[in-house]
């Protein structure tokens, strides 16, 4: 009996396109795909990121869960993707500042190659060898687009730090010209003098 | 296989079997050690900045310990030989002298109400960012020093030896923390974990441990009287800009007094206000709200810094820098204090001040000259927040406003930690902006009043050299402000307080650089209509007023 059904899904799958097995997998795979971001997380990191469901007390949970769901969707439509979910960005802006190497903050996009082929069978996808190729060309292009964003959070963060040091010497720049490196100078010269009078 | 690519670069990149997995360390937290690498850590204090500050503390030795040339990222922190004698006799003075301490080391139960509420751990997943679990790193010293079950058991009751790594872990974690106190809000006991951080950085500094990015400033503070160094011609000079602008918008001319003796009034302000942007046009504001009721006040040159970096290093020093303002208004013989838009300021004044330097018996408790209110929250401690003032005026119908001239902006309103945890400060700057804004906004329950998220990067950890750490750990707060901006069209930040004008400006431009972050009386100065005025085309930054563009 069992035997039977498994030849019967097997027959009913290869009369399925890869996208209507991605959509009929859809929760299986953003769950594991989502368990498989989480686990860059340490364990008790990931438990309150999977399980707290309030976006403001928990908004790297919520980014992924909204922007693993919002992609994937997108995914599935099998049409060009040419733009991430806000959640994502937010996700991938936060990775940018999470003390990782670029190739770890955005191996997660390529994890969906396997994410997808743990779960529908490589033995089936294999003969679907073109529309494979379809889905792994949609994920690149995803994976580039994602760098894309984290490439331009990293520029950002030393634009943040110049503005940063800028604001702190608004009067001093705008209206004296005494910029910070002057009045470095003027400290030393400062000293210069505290020393000649020791000295004398 | 090696990666001869990233092995010729030198940097690792994720690989297979699983290209996210396997990282994350799995090991017990008392053995997964703390590493510094460049961007995790504030820069190590110089030395002449440790030299000084033990010489302005020298009634106190050994608080800063030696000082000395050291590299964080070095396996040796050239820590003097008995430094684990010195720390644990640290401990020991402080469990004798700070019962509250005592409490915080004993009675955790471990029920985790704290572990989710951190902005650093809702930012980083690390459990060691878990308030319960940083304080661990303290306790289970505790427990092997100084109890019978730590001494006993060991590792299997929670405790562990002093070392090193401890040490290490120390640095990194009490510098992960910013006193921000949201923890304590959903503590059973009240466990107020910031004291645990307080006296985490008490002990480092005990053996010379100790960043400089807070040390400067202190020791700025206790040399000019303000973070920056500035001197006082400096200072006069830098108001006398901000009078300029405010003629060239308003028509008005201020001319605000130093140093007066005899004024009824001292004002006290962090220095970022004069000097820092968007600090200065708080200041703006500050100078329009006085001359439009015509108080008789006096700004200081001595006293010129309402923060207290001494709060971020020891008691010894918050105590010090604290006594400064209360010296100088007894000098000046003032009656009371009116203090600025600033957090932590507040803290010390209502948490520390009376029993360190306090009852200040030779001022009055303060008395609105105004409305007639007594201030009795700050009957001891004679001073009064600009918003607490401010807040009252309007009230009384004592101030001109127009709100429509900041129209040009739709503002939400960030609790800071210390004005909404510390002094229960969270109507005030609600009824200031319903009467000077027609646009107001909160952002979630959740994240504001008691509950109000932190900026990320207070307690002096408001440097550049840990950018990334400060916009991870400002998340939650940041994610608050993007919700109003995109459901509400929210483009105004306000606040009260100088570090976080500062160190949310640097978040908001990473994280919704659509938003300005303001001081709520850059916003009063903006609706204040002062007499013999002229027209308004532009608010305090020169930005045109709403039907006054091009």
Request: net charge negative; with cysteine; glycine share 8%.
């Amino acid at each position: 009996m069992v035997v039977f059904e498994i030849i019967e899904q097997i027959g009913r799958i290869s009369d399925m396109s890869l996208q209507e097995l991605l959509i009929e997998n859809k929760l299986k795979i953003v769950s594991t795909w989502i368990d498989r971001v989480m686990s860059t997380y340490s364990a008790d990191g990931a438990r309150f990121f999977k399980s707290q469901k309030d976006r403001f007390a928990n908004p790297l949970g919520y980014s992924v869960e909204k922007g693993i769901e919002g992609l994937f969707a997108s995914i599935c439509t099998g049409e060009k993707i040419v733009d991430l979910p806000n959640e994502l960005f937010q996700f991938i802006k936060l990775r940018a500042v999470q003390d990782m190497e670029p190739s770890k903050a955005l191996a997660f996009l390529y994890e969906l190659k396997d994410v997808v082929r743990e779960i529908c069978g490589i033995e089936i996808l294999s003969s679907m060898s073109e529309e494979w190729a379809d889905f792994d060309r949609i994920v690149d292009q995803v994976a580039l687009l994602g760098f894309d964003v984290y490439a331009k959070d990293r520029e950002l963060i030393y634009q943040v730090k110049i503005q940063e040091m800028k604001r702190g010497n608004h009067v001093m720049l705008a209206k004296g010209g005494r910029c910070p490196s002057s009045l470095m100078r003027g400290n030393k010269e400062e000293k210069k003098e505290l020393r000649v009078i020791k000295d004398c | 296989m090696a990666n001869l690519k990233a092995d010729e670069l030198g940097v690792k990149v994720a690989s297979d079997p699983s290209l996210t997995t396997g990282a994350v360390p799995a090991k017990d937290w008392m053995d997964t050690p703390a590493v510094f690498e460049p961007g995790n850590y504030c820069y190590q204090g110089k030395s002449e900045k440790v030299e000084y500050i033990s010489d302005a503390l020298k009634n106190n030795p050994g608080l800063f310990g030696e000082p000395r040339d050291w590299d964080i990222e070095s396996e040796d922190w050239k820590l003097p030989e008995n430094w684990k004698e010195i720390i644990i006799n640290g401990i020991k003075e402080r469990l004798d002298k700070f019962r509250s301490f005592k409490i915080f080391m004993d009675c955790c139960v471990r029920c985790g109400a704290c572990a989710d509420k951190c902005h650093f751990f809702l930012g980083t997943g690390d459990p060691k960012n878990m308030p319960v679990l940083r304080a661990e790193l303290m306790r289970s010293i505790y427990r092997n020093e100084f109890t019978k079950a730590g001494k006993i058991l060991g590792r299997l009751a929670g405790a562990r030896e002093m070392t090193f790594a401890v040490l290490k872990e120390w640095f990194m974690y009490f510098y992960q923390c910013t006193e921000c106190r949201r923890c304590s809000v959903f503590c059973p006991y009240g466990i107020d974990t910031a004291e645990i951080t307080m006296m985490g950085r008490e002990l480092l500094h005990l053996v010379g441990v100790n960043t400089n990015w807070i040390l400067e400033p202190a020791s700025n503070s206790n040399r000019t009287g303000n973070h920056m160094g500035l001197q006082p011609h400096t200072l006069k000079e830098n108001v006398e800009y901000l009078c300029d602008d405010i003629e060239e918008i308003t028509g008005i001319r201020i001319t605000p007094t130093w140093n007066r003796k005899g004024a009824e009034v001292l004002f006290i302000t962090p220095s970022a206000d004069v000097f820092a942007e968007p600090g200065i046009y708080t200041a703006m504001g500050y100078l329009l709200l006085f001359e439009h009721i015509g108080l008789d006040y006096t700004w200081s040159t001595y006293a010129s810094e309402g923060g207290n970096f001494g709060l971020f290093t020891n008691n010894e020093l918050m105590k010090k820098l604290n006594a400064k303002m209360y010296a100088e208004a007894k000098r000046l013989g003032v009656k009371w204090i009116i203090g600025g838009e600033c957090g932590h300021m507040w803290r010390v004044l209502h948490q520390y001040m009376d029993t360190m330097n306090g009852p200040a018996d030779f001022l009055e408790v303060p008395k609105s000259p105004i409305t007639g209110t007594v201030f009795e929250n700050a009957a001891t401690t004679k001073m009064v927040h600009i918003s607490e003032f401010t807040a009252d005026l309007i009230k009384h119908g004592k101030l001109k406003l127009d709100p429509s001239r900041n129209d040009h902006r739709k503002v939400t309103f960030h609790d800071s930690c210390n004005t909404s945890r510390a002094m229960g400060m969270l109507e005030e700057p609600r009824e200031i902006l319903k009467a000077v804004v027609n646009n107001f906004q909160e952002m979630p329950e959740n994240t504001i009043r008691e509950t109000t998220f932190c900026c990320g990067s207070g307690t002096g950890l408001n440097t550049g050299e840990i950018m990334d750490l400060r916009m991870r750990a400002g998340l939650p707060r940041a994610n608050a402000v993007q919700y109003v901006h995109e459901k509400n069209d929210v483009n105004t930040l306000g606040c009260v307080c100088a570090i976080d004008r500062a160190t949310l400006s640097a978040l908001i431009d990473y994280w919704v650089p659509e938003v300005q972050v303001c001081g709520l009386s850059e916003l009063v100065g903006n609706a204040l209509v002062m007499d013999g005025e002229k027209e308004k085309e532009t608010g305090l930054r020169f930005e045109a007023l709403e039907g006054m563009e091009g």
